[in-house]
């Protein structure tokens, strides 16, 4: 079974600043997805950015990169130069692996703040 | 940027009624999920459907069913709505055999049942 763990429920940045939103992941399939995605207040679920498993190189989508550790089962988002607009529910989820329905496991999410 | 449609954004209703929220996508896509999900909390799949006239049940037990009679529409019904039915409802898509088989959401439908 796939397990995604957020450890930080709450998080304040200062506007401008760069923050780091923590993700870990627990499977026994070699390969994998790890997603990252938004949610705003309004509720909907904006997806950010994408790594896979075999992926060489750590994904970057403008400002948002993904630091990913393999060996440590880590795969943290970093925002940079952040904006009052990234103020946001942020999760992490996990692909099922295989062909089957490839269904999406969340986090708990954590909540970010930009302070001005 | 996939486009994916759900109404009514919010919704309230009495016990006992029966509700259908609507999901379409554009995308053509094959795959298409329902989550349900409570305030702050994480999402928790509840349906999902490999193409027209598949569909499967998630991980979390629903009273709702769904129907996928066409490849674009897959919605979602409650026969009879009760109070443990609050939540939000987001539906999502995704094309099969693509590499990431990113799963794109439609804005939710935010269903209170006094």
């Known amino acids: 079974a796939q397990k995604i763990t957020q450890t930080q429920p709450g998080m304040f940045v200062q506007e401008k600043e760069a923050v780091t939103l923590d993700c870990t992941y627990d499977t026994s399939d070699p390969s994998y997805g790890l997603f990252w995605y938004k949610q705003p207040s309004s509720g909907e679920m904006i997806f950010l950015i994408y790594q896979g498993s075999y992926d060489q190189q750590n994904a970057t989508e403008g400002r948002y990169s993904l630091n990913f550790q393999k060996a440590r089962k880590s795969a943290n988002l970093v925002i940079s130069a952040s904006q009052l607009g990234d103020s946001a529910m942020y999760f992490c989820a996990m692909r099922e692996p295989g062909t089957g329905r490839r269904a999406l496991t969340f986090g708990s999410g954590t909540r970010l703040q930009v302070q001005p | 940027e996939a486009d994916i449609y759900q109404t009514p954004r919010y919704l309230v209703i009495g016990t006992g009624k029966k509700i259908t929220l609507e999901c379409s996508q554009t995308m053509g896509h094959d795959k298409m999920y329902w989550y349900q999900q409570d305030p702050g909390m994480e999402l928790h799949l509840i349906h999902y459907?490999?193409?027209?006239?598949?569909?499967e049940k998630g991980d979390l037990s629903s009273e709702s069913t769904v129907s996928r009679i066409r490849t674009e529409h897959f919605p979602l019904t409650l026969e009879s709505a009760r109070p443990s039915h609050t939540s939000q409802y987001l539906c999502?898509?995704?094309?099969?055999?693509?590499?990431?088989?990113?799963?794109?959401f439609g804005p939710g439908t935010r269903l209170t049942v006094l």
């Open positions: 999502a898509s995704s094309e099969t055999g693509g590499y990431t088989d990113t799963q794109y």
């Open positions: 459907s490999y193409g027209v006239n598949s569909t």
